[in-house]
């Protein structure tokens, strides 16, 4: 509360005052003293730019404690126009920040995912829950004659619009850019799409597609075996993210120009982005082949495009999925094992095999190479006498690069990622109590405190009086005019 107090205080000045300017020259002036300064005495240097903050405009250093000053994006208000999970996962991420996240759902039905999975009856899903934490829902019939009356409001009273319609549906509900650009200037309009400009702008898209099209498919899986997804939503979660930076950069840019600006992520480009490294591997093909990957060593030529590569290590360091004990009754039972090369010795002796270290044939990383396959069957039997984590224990005081393969299970039960936040309990009034990720990103002035999802439209009535200013009889009035309710269905539908 006290945040969106403050916020109140900073939003938007028109015209700088003449007590501000009046200010901002004055620093000016003192940054100009303390910059001739230098030359002199550092004490009284120091003394000068403590003055006037850093010398670059920013206000003193607070002296609160650290995670006691606010968040970082306190003041900052979203119209978050977002459904399933691309958008929301951005939204969430902005509200995590402190962003006021005001959520705008359709009367009666909400976010698709509320219902979408249900684990428990009646309650809203954990695909919901787990993508819309921190949030606030208001309903609006954006069709509905005031439900666009609320949200031209919305748009002057929010900092950031973000969506991830389909291409086009926007504008059909007469958001165009134009429009918002002209009500609110400073707004920043923010979207996902399934693909940027070009053949394919106009298509629906979901997380599989953009695995697809954006590289990831075709360079995950085995050789001899098909395409494969991966089980990370770099499509969805990945767009999110990268819309959520495209956002802050846009509103740190609006510091400067006072404007607001379009920022797209599409979801092919921020697939593409995530798997960089085999675009890097495309033209390092015309080369010759690609000694890291096993088939080199196999004996297998290459073809024109970079192929799937099982499970090998991404960079120039060997590695491989091995089996430990247990593995033929757990299914992850396995560790990641690299053999990086300057701990090569170490691994030698540790694994039983001491002559490696001097034989021609193993000594090097160049003449490790052609014999990755037997290499890591060699540790593998090693490592089959070992519990993955038995396996870590011993790698890890030598350095050497292992890491568990870890179910989701073993996530969710984990101490030390609910210690650091990341695993989050939260409590919700009709679902109970449910794990969620908290804030993968951990900043040390600005703290995360998971919150619940909101239900649906459950701050439909604070938005409206608090927010947009519409007085108690006129918000009563609205709540009745069918712009924040669903249609009633004829009794015989009904029935
Ligand atoms: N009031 C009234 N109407 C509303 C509304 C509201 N509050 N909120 C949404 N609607 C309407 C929209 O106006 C749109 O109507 P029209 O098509 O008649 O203009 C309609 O709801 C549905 O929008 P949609 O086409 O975006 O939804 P969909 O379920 O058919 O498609 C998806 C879903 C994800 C394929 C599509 O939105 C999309 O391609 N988005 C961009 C890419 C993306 O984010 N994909 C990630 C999905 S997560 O895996």
Known sequence: MAARKASKKTRKPVKKSPVKAKAAKAARKAVKAARKLVAAPKKAATA??????????????????????????????VLDFTHVQSGPTCTQLLAYMGADVIKVERPGVGDITRGQLRDVPGADSLYFTMLNGNKRSITIDSKHPKGKEILERLIRHCDVLVENFAPGALDRMGLTWEYIHKTNPRM?????????????????????????????????????????????????????????????????????????????????????????????????????????????????????????????????????????KGWESDPDAYIYFITQAPVWEKICDLIGKPEWKTDPDYATPPARL??????????????????????????????????????????????????????????????????????????????????????????????????????????????????????????????
């Open 188 to 324: 920043i309009v923010a979207s996902v799409k399934g693909f940027g400009p070009g053949p394919y702008e106009d298509c629906k898209v979901y997380e599989n597609i953009a695995q697809c099209a954006g590289g990831s498919a075709s360079t995950t899986g085995f050789r001899e075996g098909p395409p494969l997804v991966t089980g990370s939503q770099i499509g969805d979660s990945g767009t999110g993210l990268h819309l959520a930076f495209g956002i802050v950069c846009a509103l740190h840019q609006r510091n400067r120009t006072g404007r607001g600006q379009k920022v797209l992520a599409a979801m092919q480009d921020g697939v593409l982005n995530l798997c960089r490294v085999k675009l890097r591997d495309q033209q390092r093909l015309a080369h010759g082949p690609l000694k890291e990957y096993s088939q080199y060593g196999e004996g297998v030529p290459f073809g024109k495009a970079v192929p799937r590569a099982g499970n090998d290590s991404g960079g120039g360091q060997p590695g491989w999925i091995l089996k430990c």
């Open 370 to 495: 052609p014999r990755l396959k037997h290499i890591f069957a060699t540790i593998e039997q090693w490592t089959m006498t070992k519990t993955k984590f038995e396996v870590m224990e011993l790698c890890n005081p030598l350095d050497i690069p292992v890491g568990p393969i870890l179910s989701m299970k073993e996530i969710a039960e984990d101490d030390s990622l609910r210690a650091t936040g990341t695993v989050v309990e939260v409590d919700h009034p009709t679902r109970g109590r449910y794990l969620t990720v908290g804030n993968p990103v951990k900043m040390s002035d600005s703290v995360t405190e998971v919150t619940r999802s909101p239900l649906l439209g459950e701050h439909t009535e604070e938005i409206l009086t608090k927010v947009l200013g519409y007085g108690a009889k006129e918000a009563a009035e609205i709540m009745t005019s069918g712009a924040t309710t669903a249609p009633e269905k004829p009794k015989a539908a009904a029935a």
């Open 48 to 77: 000068a730019l403590k003055a006037v903050g850093n010398g670059h405009g920013l206000p003193k250093p607070s002296s609160k404690p650290f995670g006691q000053a606010g968040k970082a994006l306190d003041g900052v208000r």
